[in-house]
């Protein structure tokens, strides 16, 4: 059965595939472009919609025939990038990340990757160095081909048995619960990866295929006005929002509509737009492309883990470019197209894929296989220590009563988020003489977002706005504490555009106490310690604190010139935690003390209790508390 090629909507996946690339390859200027994925679901929606009901019309839909030939356009380069991808961990991972890769793999290749990653780790997770991270929608579009043929095909019972009503009760029924319980639930995780909360995304693409003969006079008449609105849709919401935006939720549903309008018609500027050769050939290689970058990211940054430059991005992409056009010419394409594939082929396919997964279990049972490291490199990953987290907790809950004590002299308040309390930690084990408190200070509630002004009554986690409304009730409660303070220290981890909000932070911190307030720096990030041990070979074991040095992220300075040129201005005391960190004279950065055998840092910017301890040893007491 042959249906209506449309280029027009491979072009629309260009635009989308290129999205996701920007996004993971991190340019600035479309922040959003994850939201790809969504325009994706929404073409999805369209097209599974089109092939199921076309044949239930004509009496000849197949379950078999359905998922044989979405297996055949999917599965055959989905599973030969887990294979490379396998060769690529075993010989680069640490132990403990080869088997967090293996058992993703066994998610990915059973199509539960969504799971796996809802429970162990979270798209918006930096630390997230996954290269399977990428195939938890490849889990969700399965997932929604199996629910949705079985629904189609009650529905087309009720349809034959002429229950209109009811059939339009069900559909609107699963929109709104899908839609509001993205918008509305709490656990943002849950709702990015599962698809109950993404379903109304592929309802608004089979919305589009029940509507495709219904002509909208205001559209039509304006068909020009609505296909520039539908593309302008999709790249604002790449540009406009970003990791901390609420989605999928009411924010998806920017980019889904403008994929509806241009789906919705055919013929327009915008249209013969997409329908360029380069486009049409972008978006048919938009799988093998989607498949291929993040591991292609992946592995680059594992191996050299030196924040990535214009150039470097460039040639890995161009690099992704080269990997998908062959994939697609010689595995995807004619997977697809040849019916009369000879049976052994899929047999040995299926044998392989068999080998990995029993290859797979094999390393799940060793632990990953220590023994592929040196005993140098072995030693320096176990001084990565398990209980630095739970003595972080138990120092903190023991030392923190949210009262001062009335014989001390001089009191410290800290605020801030888990970075306000390294510096807690820091300045409790340096200064004995005077009292220091913490209290949980959120600097994003003063964060001036337009789009939260606007959507504040819609918010998917309104938990966000209750914690600032709860915090606040805590300081009103403690509010002896802010009053006793002799001196305030603002500790956080700043986000961009600090620099502008900072003076309404410090407005509202004067409303509660008349103490001194400093303001410390953001705290240096570096690539997570796991990765910078992979990074150093057994001869350079003693440079690490020099290849820190040289892997910071720059991205960080660079917003700590702004913060430090704004409380200059308003002519405040600021604490630069990066001096305490690295010096720029020896080129290097104190996160390793080989005389303890121990790493200053958690991960990639959190102290450690020692470390916090010894960075607290160089602060200059003295010039940042006035002599006291």
Not at 24 to 44: A, E, M, P, R
Not at 306 to 313: G, H, P, R, S
């Amino acid at each position: 059965m042959k249906f209506l090629y449309r280029p027009d909507i491979d072009g629309l996946r260009a635009i989308s595939i290129l999205g996701v690339i920007l996004f993971h390859f991190k340019f600035d200027f479309f922040s959003g472009g994850y939201l790809g994925v969504d325009v994706f679901i929404v073409i999805s929606g369209f097209l599974i919609t089109s092939f199921i009901f076309k044949r239930l019309e004509l009496n000849k839909f197949s379950f078999s025939e359905f998922l044989i030939r979405r297996a055949k356009r999917l599965l055959p380069s989905f599973f030969v990038v887990i294979f490379l991808s396998l060769i690529f961990a075993y010989f680069i991972f640490l132990p403990e990340d080869l088997v967090k890769f293996c058992k993703s793999l066994i998610s990915a290749a059973s199509l539960s990757s969504n799971f796996f990653f809802w429970l162990n780790s979270g798209y918006w997770d930096e630390s997230n160095i996954n290269p399977l991270l990428h195939t938890w929608s490849l889990s969700l579009e399965w997932q929604f081909y199996l629910s949705f043929s079985i629904f189609s095909v009650l529905i087309w019972k009720l349809v034959k048995l002429k229950f209109y009503k009811l059939t339009i009760i069900l559909f609107i029924f699963l929109f709104i619960s899908s839609f509001f319980s993205a918008v509305l639930f709490m656990d943002r995780s849950m709702s990015f990866f599962l698809l109950p909360f993404r379903l109304y995304e592929f309802l608004i693409g089979s919305l589009i295929y029940f509507i495709r003969d219904q002509k909208f006079l205001i559209i039509e008449k304006n068909k020009e006005f609505f296909s520039f609105f539908g593309i302008f849709l999709i790249i604002f919401s790449f540009i406009i929002f970003d990791s901390e935006s609420n989605v999928p939720g009411y924010i998806a549903l920017m980019p889904c509509l403008g994929t509806t309008l241009l789906i919705y018609q055919s013929d327009s500027i915008v249209h013969n737009f997409l329908k360029n050769k380069i486009f049409v050939y972008l978006g048919l290689i938009s799988y093998s492309l989607y498949l291929y970058h993040w591991p292609v990211l992946v592995f680059y940054s594992w191996i050299n883990i030196i924040e990535l430059d214009l150039i470097t991005k460039l040639l890995l992409i161009i690099l992704s470019l080269v990997l998908s056009i062959i994939n697609f010419h010689i595995i995807e394409k004619p997977y697809k197209n040849n019916s009369k594939l000879k049976k052994y082929i899929n047999y040995i396919f299926l044998l392989a894929l068999l080998i990995v997964i029993l290859f797979v279990q094999q390393i799940i049972s060793n632990k990953g296989y220590p023994d592929r490291f040196s005993d140098k490199k072995n030693h320096l990953i176990e001084s990565i220590s398990k209980d630095v987290v739970h003595k972080r907790k138990k120092f903190l809950n023991e030392n923190i009563d949210l009262k001062f004590n009335k014989n001390n002299k001089n009191k410290i308040l800290v605020l801030g988020d888990s970075n306000g309390e390294d510096m807690f930690m820091a300045l409790r084990q340096n200064i004995n003489t005077s009292d220091i408190e913490y209290i949980e200070f959120s600097a994003w509630c003063f964060e001036r977002s337009k789009v939260n002004l606007i959507f504040k009554y819609f918010e998917r986690i309104k938990k966000r706005n209750l914690k600032c409304t709860k915090e606040k009730n805590l300081y009103d409660k403690n509010i002896k504490l802010f009053k006793d303070a002799d001196y305030i220290i603002l500790s956080s981890s700043w986000y961009k555009g600090i620099d502008i909000y900072i003076e309404d932070i410090i407005n509202f911190v004067k409303s509660y106490s008349d103490a001194n307030i400093i303001i410390s720096s953001k705290t240096i990030n570096f690539p997570h310690i796991l990765k910078l041990t992979k990074r150093i070979d057994e001869k350079n074991i003693q440079k690490i604190n020099y290849i820190a040095y040289e892997t910071k992220i720059e991205s960080v300075d660079r917003l700590n010139k702004k913060l430090k040129k704004k409380i200059d201005a308003l002519n405040m005391n600021y604490l630069d935690k990066s001096d305490l960190i690295c010096s720029d004279v020896e080129r290097k950065c104190s996160i390793f003390n080989f005389e303890m055998n121990t790493f200053y840092l958690i991960d990639n910017h959190h102290w450690t209790l020692e470390g916090a301890k010894y960075y607290g040893g160089k602060i200059n007491i003295n010039k940042i508390f006035n002599n006291f």
